[in-house]
C-alpha cells in the first residue's frame, strides 16, 4: 500500500452524522485523489487535488467535501447529504499528471445505519 | 467521453496455465493505460502501464501486457497462472489531452485453481 496511510480501517457511523476520513501521504506527491468502491461498478473519482490549497469535484461529488492545507493531507469528509454513504473509500497520490501510476491507500469501510 | 470496459466479470483458470484479463477502452487522444490489481479488504496495488514505445508491457509479478491500437485493447497476460494470483484486476484509462482524470474499469475477479 506504498507511503499512504487511511484511518480508520473500519467506521460506523449513525445516519445524519457527519463523518472525515483521514490520508496520510508520505511519497511528496504533488496529486491525490478519493474514490467510493461499491461492489461491480469499480471505483468511483469523489474529488481530487493537483496542488495544495485546490481540490476539483469528480464524478459523485455530492454529500462529500474536501480539504487539502498540507501536501501529506487529503480528508475526506462524508456529510449528512450523502443519500448512500456506505461503501469502500480509498485514497490514492501520483507524482504528477497523465503519465504516473497511482499509490492507493488500504482502505476504510464506512457502515451507517 | 473516456471509458473502459471489462467484459468479464470473472475468469477461471488452472495453475500453471496462461491467464488473459480483457480490457478495451475509449479515449480521446492517445490513451495511457494501466492495470491494478486488488486483494480483499485493501487497496489497489500499480502492475503496468502503456504510455508510448513498445506495444508489449511487462510488469510486476511476471504480468505483462499488450496494447493493440487498432482493436483498442490492452489484455493483460501471464504465462503460467499462480494461485496466488487470484484477485481482482481493475483496467485504467487516462487521455494525454491533459488532466488527472482516470477512468477505472469494473473489475474482473480471477480464480486460479490448483
Known amino acids: 500500500d506504498g507511503g499512504i496511510t487511511q484511518s480508520p480501517k473500519y467506521l460506523f457511523r449513525k445516519e445524519g452524522q457527519n463523518v472525515t476520513l483521514s490520508c496520510e501521504q508520505n511519497?511528496?506527491?504533488?496529486?491525490m485523489y478519493w474514490y467510493r468502491q461499491d461492489p461491480g461498478q469499480g471505483l468511483r473519482l469523489i474529488y481530487y487535488?493537483?496542488?495544495?490549497?485546490?481540490?476539483q469535484k469528480g464524478d459523485i461529488a455530492e454529500g462529500y467535501s474536501v480539504s487539502r492545507e498540507k501536501k501529506e493531507s487529503f480528508p475526506l469528509t462524508v456529510t449528512s447529504a450523502q443519500k448512500n454513504p456506505t461503501a469502500f473509500y480509498l485514497c490514492?497520490?501520483?507524482?504528477?499528471?497523465?503519465?504516473?501510476?497511482?499509490?492507493f491507500g488500504p482502505g476504510t469501510r464506512l457502515t451507517v445505519t | 467521453a473516456q471509458s473502459v470496459a471489462q467484459p468479464e466479470d470473472q475468469v477461471n483458470v488452472a495453475e500453471g496455465n496462461p491467464l488473459t484479463v480483457k480490457c478495451t477502452y475509449s479515449?480521446?487522444?492517445?490513451?495511457?493505460l494501466f492495470w491494478y490489481v486488488q486483494y480483499p479488504n485493501r487497496g489497489l496495488q500499480f502492475l503496468l502501464k502503456y504510455i508510448t514505445g513498445d506495444n508489449l508491457v511487462k510488469g510486476s509479478y511476471g504480468f505483462e501486457a499488450e496494447f493493440n491500437k487498432s482493436q483498442t485493447s490492452f489484455h493483460l497476460k501471464k504465462p503460467s497462472a499462480l494461485v496466488s494470483d487470484s484477485a481482482l484486476y481493475f483496467c485504467a484509462v487516462r487521455a494525454n489531452t491533459g488532466g488527472f482524470k482516470t477512468i477505472f474499469g469494473a473489475g474482473t475477479r480471477l480464480f486460479v485453481k490448483a
Open positions: 511519497l511528496n506527491h504533488d496529486a
Open positions: 487535488s493537483q496542488i495544495v490549497n485546490d481540490f
Open positions: 479515449v480521446s487522444g492517445n490513451p495511457y
Open positions: 490514492a497520490s501520483s507524482a504528477g499528471t497523465s503519465i504516473h501510476e497511482q499509490y
